[in-house]
């Protein structure tokens, strides 16, 4: 999906419908992820489950965000650079949860959400965030 770089700068949708779509400005578009800027912040996509991005033809087109965002090659890289802070996963649905990421695993994160140690698959994270 690296013809999606065509896109960078422009005001997008990530995928049509449902609790992952988000419209914003296209920070960036990696190898295995993108970063969205939308009125919620940085999001950082897996591209496994990005079904559809949307150009926004009646947004301003172009736009020159300085949004500071994690600028990593790979989706496990920028989940390494969140390490010990606030994440939210998934956003939307019901697989979404919010907590400490405190580690990396083979296959999977642990986060901290109040007293409980979550386990989760990286192949079923579909977007993440730092939270506030």
């Known amino acids: 999906m690296t013809n999606f770089k065509v ?15 988000k419209s914003g400005s296209l920070l960036s578009v990696k190898d295995d992820h993108l970063v969205l800027l939308s009125e919620n912040g940085v999001i950082y996509y897996n591209l496994t489950h990005v079904k559809s991005i949307t150009k926004n033809s009646t947004a301003n087109s172009e736009q020159n965000h300085k ?20 994440v939210k996963i998934n956003r939307g649905g019901p697989e979404h949860t919010e907590g400490v990421l405190v580690g990396l695993q083979d296959d999977h994160i642990l986060l901290i959400k109040e007293r409980e140690l979550i386990h989760i698959s990286m192949f079923h994270i579909k977007s993440v965030s730092v939270g506030e």
């Open 7 to 21: 896109l960078e700068g422009k005001q997008v949708q990530i995928n049509l419908k449902g609790p992952e779509s």
């Open 67 to 86: 949004k500071s965002y994690l600028k990593k090659g790979s989706f496990e890289d920028v989940l390494s650079a969140m390490h010990h802070k606030w």
